[in-house]
């Protein structure tokens, strides 16, 4: 009796393995279907972890493999996992390419010796040359500004002016913004530490409270939203959502997203705070050449295209335009910051969110 | 005596494996506390943290009350007296724990949000529209209880339905109506369930993170999350975690003591169950409107709000990799729960058989892997599983496997998610147990049987109903795990409740309500599936 219970012990857990090694078969055998031999040849492939969740980027890497035979493999996840998983895995790693949708987490990985270099003639081709790190650790891929949206019913766009002056009395009670562990108010932030120094950073922060029309709750559509049933006049969000908005299957949010202006801040001075989604390649990486490839791919000018045009983003390729909504809202001038320092002094922003109470 | 230890070796052996599995990671987190603290630290210790601790006592706290309340009441009302729709009802009850807590956030904002439903409604009587501040922490509490309650009616459930009729006719012979016999014979005997319920929700809302980040409230959770994202710094994050492990683990130490204690007698036979009664009219009213109100709040608005949304995404969603996506949460669901179950019976059963320290110390530890956010946990995981790759690689390449064979793998997720979910498996199991007691199973012994014999033979079937809601538990709590999952995963490989993260997480709502609703639609077929099964045992018995 005690043997059937070690056997059956044994026997459950085989199953087990069993029943979840048959479904990776299954899936193998269902990728190698889009992706040649997906398991057997390590020579044409790139593997990808990626906190970029898009259908749009899914249906990208499928016309990169149609186009050139190289099988893409995903994993989607959170940056900071992804981070921390390529760590530990270190040498074994099969990650080729890490892309993540906020540069400093980029910065980040390079800081704990996660990437290498990326060079390439044909990425430093494609890209405006501000979208690409000064020493080549990181390339953006795509593009979004965080603007301030107001509502065109209460609000003379020429009352506005800069980030800065949101904490100005007039706006006291009347801007709308998310919560601090926000990663866009975190970079958001780390670019004023750049610019203004920590200390103003620390005042704009702490007098940004007073200026809330609430506590920070929900996400950045809810920001609008909130604005346009006059909870406040302002709110600060990235362009790519009020894009998501006006193209909501749902008519009310696209009501909601007309009445909504766009201001970009800081055009007389020192330009519109920006973010990228951008990639590097992972230090151990087996299929380099290949994660560069699929970079020119999406650097190129039809990826770029279908970027802007699906999913609402500014396009880091000079040659493409906009879509005609993002275009529709005007030119401006981008925050003049080496991206890389909003890794940088992301720790520091974080704090000091911490220390102002901005919940 | 000595002859039967060593027949029992086998168990212990197991149980020791099982447990090893569970507490090598933690313990990976634990020594992690041995490192130099970071300057981090004191920064976090002077912003973060009084404020979160408080925000995370009162929501614990008050769910705690508000799941024991409605869970305790719904269940035993269920349990003990006559309902024309018993069945139906008990399938109604166990839906909303389908609903991932952060989505039911989402849904509730939603739904009393600017432009929600309720505004939307207001909006076309042309009224003037006051939001209730949902994004609060009373509405993570509201959310919290509509959909943690299912985890107190489940283990509950268990536990009222095998009282034994005695227990009823002794209290009535004494001259106790209804009323105080719950309270002073049920009550107390049933605490030991109740308060397991509770604690696998106290453990849920500890965890949480997606809820009380899309809500403005941030908690200890929070404080964690936001020392490793925000300020990059795992190790502090770890050690933050950790307290809460420790804390977690002194909490249920003293509960298992408090508990022991009590556990003066076991209630008995299933034969002897008592028939269900008729209640009086009173109660059928008061019960029947906490029951609609319930079932209103936590499944019909978040069903109907799935729904609209869901066809609001009809011209956007693709579903073109549905097919590869269901049999992957299937199966995986599926091969966990068996895992954790089987599992769960060794463990519960050596602590229950060879009840020395070491194997109730077993059954505390169990648990450990349930104290800590999932994000934690899943990265203590995946560096136990790499350690254990690079020390079992020469045998691989012996036997011509692949190399890094878990880590590489779907093996990976398997284990972690049968690890996190150990607690679960175990609480039900264990708590149904204890109320067998020892007497059947001696009598077994007596008759001959050996203590496996006994065991399948005689408690296993007096188990049914807690393997049942550990099943259910397991199997809804893997469909909707997402942390893990998440970051565990191999290559292209997705899951109902990844997808559901990927769009919500994206503020496509739409796009996610339709794989939300997928995961209620699987949870609920499953719930039938059982019922059925149970009938059909029924008519067996008859």
Redesign the interface.
């Known amino acids: 009796?005690?043997?059937?219970?070690?056997v059956s012990?044994i026997l459950?857990?085989a199953?087990?393995?069993l029943?979840?090694?048959?479904?990776?078969n299954?899936?193998e055998i269902?990728?190698s279907t889009e992706s040649i031999n997906t398991s057997i040849s390590t020579e044409n492939i790139v593997?990808i972890y990626t906190d970029r969740?898009?259908?749009t980027d899914q249906e990208l890497y499928d016309k990169f493999t149609s186009e050139t035979g190289i099988g893409v493999?995903?994993?989607?996840?959170?940056s900071?996992?992804?981070l921390?998983?390529l760590a530990?895995?270190g040498e074994?790693t099969?990650a080729d390419l890490i892309i993540t949708s906020d540069v400093g987490r980029l910065y980040?990985a390079n800081e704990n010796g996660l990437t290498k270099i990326t060079s390439s003639d044909i990425i430093k081709s494609n890209v405006d040359s501000k979208y690409i790190d000064e020493q080549d650790r990181f390339v953006a891929l795509t593009m979004r500004a965080r603007i301030i949206a107001y509502s065109l019913d209460r609000v003379d766009p020429s009352a506005l002016s800069t980030y800065e002056d949101l904490t100005d009395e007039r706006w006291s009670g009347k801007v709308l913004v998310?919560?601090?562990?926000n990663?866009y108010n975190?970079s958001l932030l780390a670019s004023f530490i750049e610019l203004n120094g920590e200390e103003q950073a620390e005042k704009w922060a702490s007098a940004m409270l007073s200026s809330m029309a609430r506590?920070?709750?929900?996400?950045?559509?809810?920001q609008m939203?909130?604005v346009?049933?006059g909870?406040g006049d302002l709110a600060i969000v990235n362009t790519y959502?009020l894009g998501?908005l006006l193209n909501?299957?749902?008519p009310?949010?696209v009501e909601?997203g007309s009445k909504i202006g766009v201001f970009f801040p800081n055009q007389e001075t020192n330009g519109t705070h920006i973010n990228i989604s951008g990639a590097s390649l992972t230090k151990y990486g087996k299929n380099s050449e290949n994660a560069i490839k699929l970079l020119e791919f999406l650097t190129g000018e039809a990826a770029q295209y279908q970027y802007a045009n699906a999913n609402f983003e500014y396009p880091v390729n000079p040659n493409v335009e906009p879509s005609d909504l993002l275009k529709g809202w005007g030119e401006f001038k981008v925050q003049d910051i080496q991206l890389s320092k909003l890794g940088e002094l992301?720790?520091k922003a974080?704090?000091i969110?911490?220390?102002v109470?901005w919940? | 005596m000595k002859k039967r230890n060593r027949g029992l070796s086998p168990l212990l052996l197991s149980s020791t494996i099982i447990v090893s599995m569970i507490l090598f990671p933690s313990l990976l987190l634990i020594i992690r506390l041995l490192n130099p603290v970071s300057p981090n630290w004191n920064h976090i210790k002077a912003y973060l943290l009084n404020e979160y601790i408080a925000n995370s006592l009162a929501l614990i706290f008050s769910v705690a009350i508000f799941t024991g309340l409605i869970g305790t009441f719904l269940s035993y009302g269920l349990c003990r007296f006559e309902f024309k729709y018993e069945k139906a009802m008990n399938i109604l009850l166990y839906i909303p724990m389908a609903i991932p807590v952060y989505i039911g956030g989402y849904i509730y904002g939603g739904f009393f949000g600017n432009f929600g439903t309720i505004h939307r409604i207001f909006i076309s009587l042309g009224i003037p529209y006051n939001r209730p501040d949902i994004f609060s922490l009373g509405g993570s509490v509201f959310v919290f209880s509509l959909f943690l309650s299912p985890y107190v009616v489940l283990i509950s459930k268990s536990f009222f339905k095998s009282i034994s009729k005695s227990y009823f006719d002794v209290s009535k012979t004494l001259g106790h109506n209804e009323l105080s016999t719950f309270f002073r014979v049920i009550l107390p005997m049933s605490k030991g369930a109740i308060i397991s319920g509770i604690i696998l929700v106290i453990l849920e809302v500890l965890n949480e993170y997606g809820l009380v980040k899309y809500f403005g409230v941030p908690t200890f959770s929070t404080a964690i999350y936001s020392t490793w994202f925000g300020l990059g710094d795992l190790d502090s994050a770890i050690r933050l975690s950790s307290i809460l492990m420790v804390v977690v683990f002194i909490i249920l130490f003293f509960q298992g003591k408090f508990e022991e204690s009590k556990m003066v007698s076991d209630s008995k036979s299933i034969s002897n169950r008592p028939q269900r009664i008729k209640g009086s009219n009173r109660f059928y009213i008061i019960y029947s409107i906490t029951f609609i109100l319930y079932l209103t709040f936590s499944v019909l608005i978040p069903i109907a709000q799935l729904v609209y949304w869901s066809y609001l995404a009809i011209g956007t969603i693709k579903l073109n990799d549905l097919f590869n996506i269901l049999t992957n949460t299937i199966i995986m669901a599926s091969a966990i729960t068996l895992a954790v179950l089987f599992s769960s019976l060794i463990v519960s059963n050596c602590k229950r058989l060879i009840n020395t320290k070491v194997s109730n110390l077993y059954s505390r530890l169990i648990i450990l892997g349930y104290s800590v956010p999932a994000s934690i946990i899943s990265i203590a995981l995946l560096n136990y599983f790499l350690s254990v790759d690079r020390l079992l690689d020469p045998m691989y390449l012996y036997f011509g496997a692949k190399k890094m064979l878990i880590t590489s793998t779907i093996l990976l997720l398997c284990l972690a998610l049968t690890i996190r979910y150990m607690a679960i498996g175990f609480n039900s199991i264990d708590s149904g147990l204890r109320k067998i007691g020892m007497n059947y199973h001696n009598s077994g012994r007596i008759l001959g049987a050996s203590p496996l014999k006994s065991f399948v033979l005689i408690d296993l079937p007096m188990l049914k109903h807690s393997i049942i809601s550990a099943l259910i538990l397991t199997f809804v709590d893997v469909l909707k795990e997402l942390p893990i999952t998440l970051i565990l995963r191999p290559f292209n490989f997705d899951t109902l409740s990844t997808k559901v993260f990927t769009y919500a997480s994206d503020e496509m709502i739409h796009e996610a309500s339709v794989y939300a609703l997928m995961i209620i639609s699987i949870s609920l077929i499953l719930l039938l599936i059982l019922q059925f099964i149970r009938k059909e045992s029924q008519y067996d018995r008859a």
Do not use: W
């Open positions: 009796m005690k043997k059937i219970l070690l012990s459950v857990l199953i087990s393995i029943g979840c090694t048959a479904k990776t299954s899936d269902n990728n593997n969740h898009y259908d493999n995903v994993v989607k996840a959170g900071d996992e992804l921390e998983r530990a895995e074994e099969s980040r998310r919560s601090s562990s990663i975190q506590d920070p709750e929900g996400n950045d559509r809810d939203k909130a346009v049933a909870e959502y998501k909501s299957s749902d009310i949010e909601v992301n720790g974080v704090e969110f911490n220390k109470g919940k």
